[in-house]
């Protein structure tokens, strides 16, 4: 009797195994499907051409049109009267965490401002709400100034939703840039553990940071069709710390207007 009831305990611990891996083995397949193809893409914006009265000189840049491709358009940003080699790189994308993104590529990244709930940045009381100004410092220790807004698909206004709730690509530390997983070698086996954590870490920040993810139990978040990401930054000489405010206000105003001329395009885009 108690051999039977053992071999039945057997029995059922590896119908249970077998199950859970076949659970397992669908959830991961299922995981690892295509994601859905952006509604929103670049030749969305061939017809796209700035207002007259703009005070700024606004180019279209070449973005790479896939179904899958994150950026939508890009521009660059230049004041009709400026002539010191200072620009501003403008960028329309779906939906994504600035922040957590230029970590992983080793910046530094500091918020200055932020006015999705009180108005007026760098001193000015005139600008709208709903941006966030930032300083990053890339790995060499140039500063650069950049601008988000979070902008709703349908018609381009304004979200008061925070850049870096964004879940692509969400990261849980900075990963060092220089390593490079290869799996298991000879060379990585010399340090075990610093290359199973560098490996946990790498594996943890590509599931963005989701325990299901983690598991293959889950599709990795992707950038947002319904929501998108308005990326303004400097793009020119070094400057001096006490020229940092300017620059701030620079790159404040060329957002805004990249802003106002998205809106209006697509008001009229949509008007028909």
Known sequence: MRQDKKQMLTAT????????????EIMSNRSSRAFTAFELNNDDFINFKQSDSSQYLIKTKP???????????AFVVKR?????????????????????CMKIKGYEVELLAD??????????SSLPSQLQVWRLISGSGKISIWVTSMLRAGDFATSS????????????????????????TWSSLRHPVR???????????????????????????WASDDILTLVSAYS????????????????????????????IWRSADTAY
Not at 13 to 24: E, M, Q, S, T
Not at 161 to 184: H, K, L, Q, T, Y
Not at 240 to 258: G, I, M, N, R, Y
Request: hydrophobic share 45%; proline share 5%.
């Open 80 to 100: 009709h009267d400026q002539n010191d080699g200072a620009l501003v790189m403008s960028r329309l994308v779906h939906g994504y965490n600035m922040c957590d």
């Open 236 to 263: 020119g000489p070094a400057f001096a710390k006490d020229k940092e405010e300017q620059v701030q206000k620079d790159v404040v105003e060329a957002h805004l207007t990249v802003m106002k001329e998205l809106q």
């Open 63 to 73: 973005v790479v049109t896939t179904v899958m491709e994150p950026n939508i358009a």
């Open 115 to 124: 006015t999705r709930a009180i108005t007026g940045v760098a001193g000015s």
């Open 161 to 184: 939703i925070d850049v870096r709730s964004m879940a692509f690509p969400r990261i849980g530390m900075v990963e060092d840039p220089n390593w490079v997983p290869r799996g298991f």
């Open 13 to 24: 611990a590896l119908v249970i195994c077998v199950l859970l891996v076949g659970f397992w």
């Open 195 to 221: 290359n199973t954590k560098m490996m946990l870490v790498a594996k943890w920040n590509n599931s963005r940071c989701d325990i299901l993810t983690f598991l293959k139990l889950k599709q990795p978040a």
